[in-house]
């Protein structure tokens, strides 16, 4: 699941909306996709995706999995056909679950 979480930031930091979208888990592209009313490869670049800098820290709970980064943290699952992310570009808050700029309902 690192992988994908280091190929979704990877994708984003070079421009490559197409790539970053297929690493999103199908509810999360289709939210992103209406919330946006666009193409997920432009939406997903309008969502200014912070870099994923600083090593990372990876916690997996059965089919669910976060990975950490210094300044974004990103949530996966996993799918019959692979890792997808389900929600990215979250930032912890004081009181409550995590702020998200990209997730799926």
Do not use: E, K, M, N
């Given at each position: 699941m690192r992988g994908v979480a280091d190929a979704f930031y990877a994708a984003i930091g070079?421009?490559?909306?197409?790539?970053?979208c297929a690493a999103l888990a199908p509810n999360t592209r289709r939210e992103?996709?209406?919330s946006a009313k666009a193409?997920?490869?432009r939406a997903i670049l309008s969502e200014e995706v912070p870099?994923?800098?600083?090593?990372?820290?990876?916690?997996?709970f059965g089919t669910m999995a976060?990975?950490?980064y210094a300044d974004d943290t990103v949530f996966l699952s996993?799918?019959?056909?692979?890792?997808?992310?389900l929600a990215a570009a979250c930032v912890p808050q004081a009181h409550?679950?995590?702020?998200?700029?990209?997730k799926g309902g």
């Open positions: 070079s421009d490559d909306g197409g790539t970053a992103l996709q209406q193409p997920c490869p870099a994923a800098d600083g090593a990372a820290a990876v916690q997996v976060q990975v950490r996993r799918f019959r056909f692979g890792w997808r992310v409550g679950p995590y702020d998200c700029r990209i």
